[in-house]
Structure formats: C-alpha cells, structure tokens
C-alpha cells in the first residue's frame, strides 16, 4: 500500500507545482490576486504531499517494507534503527525527496515573508521556486521513483552502503543540500527582478540573508563531509578533488564571490550584471553537482546511480542555464553600472580581484573535473586528472584571496590614501613578516607554508587591528570591555560576523597547511605483544578480537599506545565484514589532539591473532580544519541574526574602519 | 543600444551551449569501461569442485566454446536480474557445445545453493574458495562474465548483468569460429 500511496503524492505533488507555478506566473501578468492566492494554496499542498511521501518512505524504511525497491537496496534487517531514518537519503531516489522537501519549506518560508512585502516581484519569485519543485517531482516520477516496485519481493533487502553508517552521512548530505536548495531563493529573485525589470539593488538587499544562510549551510556541509572522509575512509585525508566534492565546492565558490560582490553594488551601484550572473551560475552550478553525481559521465570514487536521471538534469540545466542568461541579455541595457572604480587601490578594487580570483578557482575546478570528458572528446583517450593539478593551480590562488582577505576590509573606499594604507596596514604587514621569520627560525623550511602562516598573521592583525580600535572607540562612550566588543558584534553584526568567518578561515589554513607539510604515516607489522615506535608514540599490539554486530562482523585489533609521559591510550582499529560488500572495509581508530593527531587503521592479519599489520599516520593540525570551521559557521550564524533598525544597516556595514 | 551590441549580447547565453553539449557527449562514453587486459589473452585454468561433488576443470574444455559467470547471492539485484538469462542461454546452446561454469564469489554455502535452486540453474556452479579464480581473471565486482573462445583465449568481458541479447551475440560469434 505504501508505494501506491507514495507514488500518488509525488504526482499529486507534481500536478500541483505545475499549477502553482503557471498560476503564480498568470497573477502577475494579469494582475489577479486570486489566482496569486490560489498558487499560494498550491505551494502549501506541495509541501504536505511532499512531507507525506517523506514519512512514507521513513514508515517503508522502518517497516522493512521490502516491497519497494529502494527500501531493499538500501536496508536489510540488520540496519540499526536510526540509520534506517536516515537511509532514506543514502542514495539518489530518496535524496531527490530530501531535496525537494527543503525546496518546499523555504517556498513556505517565502510565502509567508514576502505575500505583502513584495507584491511585484513576489509572484514571479514564487512561479520560479515551484517551477523549480515541478522539475524535482517530476524526478521522482519518471526517472528516479523512490516508491518503485519489487517483485518477488525478497526476504532481505541489500543492506545500506556501509560507509554510510555513520553520524557524518546523517548530517553531511542534510547541510549540504539545504545549502544547495537555498541559493534557490537568491536565484528565484533574481529572475523576478529580470522578469518585472526591476534591476535594481532591491533583490539583492531581500536575499542577502538568504544568501548568507544558503552559504553557512554549504560551508557546514562541506565541512562535514571532510570529516567524514577523515574519519570513516582511512586514508587519513579529508579531501581529495573527486568531482563529488568538487561539485559542491563550486557553488561554494562562486557562492562566496556573490556573497562579497553585492557588498559593492550595495555601496556603490556597480556590478550589476556581474552579481546576476554570479547568481545564475551558482545555482546552475549546484544543480551541474547533482547531474555530475548522478549522471555517471565522470569516474568517480563515489557510487553512482546510473539511469536516465542524467539526461534529465541535463535538460534542465540547459533550461536553466539558456532562460537565465536569454533574460539577462533582453535586460542588458538596464544593467549599467552608476558608480565606477576610481583607483586601484581601494576596498572597490580588492572586492574585485577577490571575485577574479574565486571565479578563477571555480573555472580551474570546473575545468579540471570536466577535463577527462574534454579529453576523450577530442582525442578518444581516457585521463583522469588528480590532486596534483588542483593542487599546483588552487594554491597560489587561494594564498592571493587570503592577502586581499588582510586588504578588503580595511582598505578605504574610492581611493585609498597612503595615510590610509599606512595606518591600517603597516602594522598588520610588520606582524606577517615578523611570524614568517619566526617560523623559519623554528625550521619550518617549506616555502608555500611559510608564506601561508605570515600571511594568517597578517590577516589577523588586520581583524585585531580592526576590532581593537572599534572596541576602544565605543568604551570611550563609557562602555565596559565585555560590552564594548559584544555591542560591537551585536550591532555590526554583519561586519563582525564577516571577521569572525575569515578568522575560522584563517584557522583552516593553517590546519590545510600543516597538515599537508608535516602528516608522516609508516606501515609496519607487528606480533602480538610486539611495540613499535612512530614520532614518539610507542604502539604496542595486544591482540585481536571477533565481535558480530547486527548486520556484519568485525575483526578489532587492540593497540595500546604510550607516548613520553606515560600511558596515552588504547586504540581499537577494525575491519568491517559485510555480507554484500566483496571487500571487508577499514574501521579506523584515532585520538585527536590539537597539535597533531594519531590514527590506526588495521590492515591484514593472521586468523589466529598472532600478527598484523597496521598503519600509523600522524596527522598534524588537521583538528584545526574542524576548530576553524567551527569558528567560521559562528561567524556566519553571527552575520544572518537580523539587523539592529536603529540606522539603515547600508551605510553601516560598508563604513571604512577610518571614518 | 547599436545593432552589433544588440546581437552582442545573445552570446551571454550562446556560451552556454558548448558547456552543454561537451556534457551531453558524456552520456556516450562510460568512465568504467576500462579495457580488460585479459581480453585477448589465454584464459587462466582453473579446477574447482561443483555444488553437487562434480570437478569442474577448465583444462579439459580446449576447443569448446565457454562462459564464466562470476555471482554471489548477496549480489542484489544485478545477479538476479541476469540469472534467467543464462540458464536460458545455457539451455538454448549446450547441444551445441557451449560450456556455461558459474563461479560463486564470496559467499556462504546455504544461501548460494538457495540462489541455484531458486532459479534452477542446471549449468555447473562451483564456490571460489579463497577467491582463487576470481583474482586470477581479476574480478573487481559481481556480477561478471567472461566469453572465451575455442583456442582459450578470453575474448569479450561483461561488468554487470548479462542480457539475452549480449549472450546470443557473443556465444553465436564464437560458436561461428573454427577450432
């Protein structure tokens, strides 16, 4: 019964986004409130028919109803009970649900926001967003029906992907996707405001905490998905530039350009065509990470689904891609720009060459995924491009966008004085140079790392400088400290939300950059009651164990660990035997620490528990990569809390540190 | 707005079809279709002990035509897709001398005599012990078939589900050839 009742939501579903979006669309071309009103009905049926196909699926998963076919592939009757919840986006079919159930809230969210605060662009906005559902249904009706049928329907189902057992695939794909789903809402005002011909900064002062959220979620996700990586796969690394990640990491990209490129049109009027075009390419380029993962045109490390779903998205992506960009060209003569760059030294300047630069490393990230299809096309041979080229070409782009994250804040608009230059940034270089010649002094000898760390340093004076000065200018106003800074925070929070994101990001760096120059791994084999001695850790191997879990057995190795002080810690590397995967998979064990971490994966051994053979990495700074984007997400949770009224938060947000 | 502008700016959205289209030329190419480096290549021999105490040796089947069938009964659904296809198949050619060997991989005993009598699979099927055949002809995943000739060379492999069609033309091709 359920997948009948499942499969008629979604069309019910479908028929009712069509209809929204046509009638939402006809409301503002006729000028009929109840055909407005009606689509507004529509896009809550959306919403709870979506929500019934999500608890239908979830009853399915929980009810081991192996009669639907993605309830069989990815459960069995050994999955836990909470992974059985969240099985349901384990795989493409119930991940096009997720996606589509997101869409539908922020739809609501609209809805109630903007029905009497927008009423020009709010139709069209509302049109585009069902339009958007419509072309998800219409997924999960034709080419990925999660509610497809079995028959003969099995005793046992498949049994979810094992490397999917974990807390990081519960809430990575969840972040991720609200992410990608809320740059719809931007997007969707974008096209409105083309529509109606209203170019002006108004879509962009309506989305801009939309944008914010769509951004701190993306960021989350892709954070934990590093995690994930680093913690369940065993390589010891948390990325790797597979196009899955890669296909995240480009909306994150141009998401980021976006986010700081209105800042000038808000201040100045210029970039008008650039902010939506950044826009169209940021969801376009979240929708090209759900065809590239699903697709299955590039090799990938990742499963992926095969089936029409590709062709699919590809036609709307086209859709997309040539609708969004035929609008800004019908619209091209009203996106002049009203202000224009005065100096190249100025805060104008820095914004643009940031965006140059972002747009950059989404182009070579772009090129780099889809090169070996580029190469097969013209050559007929099969490449594959690694870490190597994304590595060689992003680095020195990324340490120019952490120098202009230093200059962009502080650098005066128009036209920078060199008495502006100096004050806000003779000091904050002095600190930069002066660290980068500590740390050579300490022996750091690699050149890219030490460049790197001076310039952390130099960003943070410049933040420190900053904040400092604004901190002491309030207390004169007869402030305490604690006040002083949190009254800053509070009340520029989108200025200070900004600095505490670059902070998390100035950790991260640090985290990328240590723990590529200085990580060491070693594989040794040892007998039991045998020790090793790796970087000062002495492992000593005390045996192995057989567990049976509910759905697989595993083999545990017992290690116990003592560094110079003493005892440290034990630490229980597995392999994991599951019946339906050919290989037994790898249960890493680890201690995290600030400075460097120790991690044990297991790898071959004697049945009798007489030897085996494990690798030791030492993996240094990379719990900084999780402490910066712990900061960072603060940061961004910081910078969406609603604005104090008090002053038009315009002029604020956008006042040089020297007025 | 000048007239050259005017056209100028349809290729905003022009430069957007050539992304498209080096897409759509993906959904012709398969980025797991790597050549097998077998094909072409004499066939490693095996002897393995069926379900039912027959040996089945490759060795002794010079100048036949063969399929090995690589399948587990935990591979789902791919090798129950493909199962009625080749006892159809194996029904359809042994009278004319095809050899069809299925060769279970990773599996535990009672669920892969279940998977053969749920079919009823009549071709012999020998369990791999220690997965020696199947790292021999380089098994990556189940299910997969190997088409070897009569000079016992290796000369089409298939990752994934066999079809009636695909084994109609591969065993008709080799069936064709001369010893």
Known sequence: MTPELGYAATVAALVLAVYGSGAAALSAVKGRPDLRRSSERAAVGVWLLVMTCMALLIYAFLTFDFSVRYVAANTNLGTPFYYRITAVWGALEGSIILWAFMLSIYTLIVVARYRRTQPQLYPWVLAVMLGISAFFLLVMTIPAPPFERLSPVPADGRGLNPLLEDSGMITHPVALYLGFTGFTVPFAFAMAALIIGRIGDEWITITRRWTIVAWYFLSLGLLIGGWWSYHVLGWGGYWAWDPVENAAFMPWLTGTAFLHSVMIQERRRMLKLWNLTLIILTFSLTLFGTFLTRSGIIGSVHAFSQGSVGQFFLAFLALVGLGAFSLLAWRVERLGAQGELDSIVSRESAFLLNNLFLVAAAFTVFFGTVFPLLAEAITGTKVSVGAPFFNLVNIPIFLALLFLMGVGPLIAWRRASAENLRRNFLTPVGIGVVAAAACRLLGIGNAVVLLCLGLVAFVAATIGLDFARAARARRRTGDGWLDATWGLALRQNRRYGGFVVHLGILVLAVGVAGSQAWSTQTEVTLNRGEATEVAGYTIRFEGLAGVEESNHAKVVGTFAVSDKHGPYTVLTPAKKFYPQEQTPIAAVDYRLGVLEDLYLVLGEFARDGSHATIKVQVNRMVSWLWMGGFVLTLGAALAILPEPRRKPAVARAGQPATA | ?179
């Not at chain 2, 700016?9 to 097998?36: C, H, K, N, Q």
């Not at chain 2, 069609?165 to 008709?172: A, F, G, S, T, V």
Request: aromatic share 12%; net charge positive; hydrophobic share 40%.
């Open chain 2, 1 to 179: 707005m000048s007239r050259a502008s005017s056209l100028l700016r349809w290729m905003i959205p022009l430069a957007v079809v050539p992304v498209l289209a080096l897409l759509a030329y993906g959904f012709r190419t398969d980025p797991r279709e790597i050549p097998s480096p077998l094909v072409g290549k004499p066939a490693s021999l095996f002897t393995l002990t069926a379900f039912d105490g027959t040996p089945v040796a490759l060795a002794s089947l010079r100048g036949r035509v063969v399929v090995v069938n690589f399948w587990a009964s935990w591979c789902y659904p791919a090798c129950y897709e493909e199962a009625p296809s080749l006892e159809r198949a194996w029904k359809a050619y042994k009278d004319r001398g095809l050899v069809m060997v299925g060769v279970n991989y990773q599996d535990k005993d009672e669920p892969a005599r279940r998977f053969l009598s749920q079919f009823g699979h009549s071709f012999p099927n020998a369990p791999d012990q220690g997965s020696r055949v199947s790292v021999d002809y380089g098994v990556y995943g189940v299910p997969e078939t190997y088409f070897i000739d009569r000079k016992g060379r290796v000369r089409f492999k298939q990752v994934g589900p066999v079809s009636d069609q695909l084994l109609k033309e591969q065993i008709e091709r080799l069936l064709a050839e001369a010893a």
